[in-house]
T-cell receptor
Framework: AQKVTQAQTEISVVEKEDVTLDCVYE???????LFWYKQPPSGELVFLIR??????QNEISGRYSWNFQKSTSSFNFTITASQVVDSAVYFC???????????????FGSGTRLQVQP | KAGVTQTPRYLIKTRGQQVTLSCSPI?????VSWYQQTPGQGLQFLFE???????NKGNFPGRFSGRQFSNSRSEMNVSTLELGDSALYLC??????????????FGPGTRLTVL
């Protein structure tokens, strides 16, 4: 069955520190997509990035970077020089097709709460 | 382009009542999905609609239902509310069903409190 594990429940850092959020996934599908979303206190899930299973190239967007490794089924997210505005809950998610029904759904990890102290 | 909108933003109901939540997707998006978020269970998939048809359904009791209209707007209904239904209900829209690359864009959610 599809599963996404975010082992870090909560992380607290001081502003300007680098921080890495871990994500490990399980799927039987060979074609799948991985996502990261940010949920600030307002509640809305904000899309950050999408990667497909055939593209293991790492990606950098400003202070954000993502490391996708199929060999370890991981899709980790690093924030460089963290800022107070980065404080939020971050969710990793997997989109794949159920092997029995063929239906696609988005499976979320339990989230990592990041607190950036000034 | 306007984002996903959900109404109402907050709702207080009592046990046994029913509730209807509304979602308007991003213009041009034809797929709408609903999720329930609770502190204990996290984010859980409820159902997905495309072209007024339910395409996929999560593991929720029949008290949870939904529908989609011809303009892609969607509603979800919860009947005979229970205390455990208190949650943030999130709606997400994506452009096209079936394309696995679909990115789901979320609305601000409706926070339902059942007393």
């Amino acid at each position: 069955a599809q599963k996404v594990t975010q082992a870090q429940t909560e992380i607290s850092v001081v502003e300007k520190e680098d921080v890495t959020l871990d994500c490990v996934y399980e799927t039987r599908d060979t074609t799948y997509y991985l996502f990261w979303y940010k949920q600030p206190p307002s509640g809305e899930l904000v899309f950050l990035i999408r990667r497909n299973s055939f593209d293991e190239q790492n990606e950098i967007s400003g202070r954000y970077s993502w490391n996708f490794q199929k060999s370890t089924s991981s899709f980790n997210f690093t924030i460089t020089a963290s800022q107070v505005v980065d404080s939020a809950v971050y969710f990793c998610a997997l989109s794949d097709a159920d092997m029995d029904t063929g239906r696609r759904a988005l499976t979320f990890g339990s989230g990592t709460r990041l607190q950036v102290q000034p | 382009k306007a984002g996903v909108t959900q109404t109402p933003r907050y709702l207080i109901k009592t046990r046994g009542q029913q509730v209807t939540l509304s979602c308007s997707p991003i213009s041009g998006h034809r797929s709408v999905s609903w999720y329930q978020q609770t502190p204990g269970q996290g984010l859980q998939f409820l159902f997905e609609y495309f072209s007024e048809t339910q395409r996929n359904k999560g593991n929720f009791p029949g008290r949870f239902s939904g529908r989609q209209f011809s303009n892609s707007r969607s509603e979800m209904n919860v009947s005979t509310l229970e205390l455990g239904d208190s949650a943030l209900y999130l709606c997400a829209s994506s452009h096209e069903q079936g394309a696995r690359a679909d990115t789901q864009y979320f609305g601000p959610g409706t926070r339902l409190t059942v007393l």
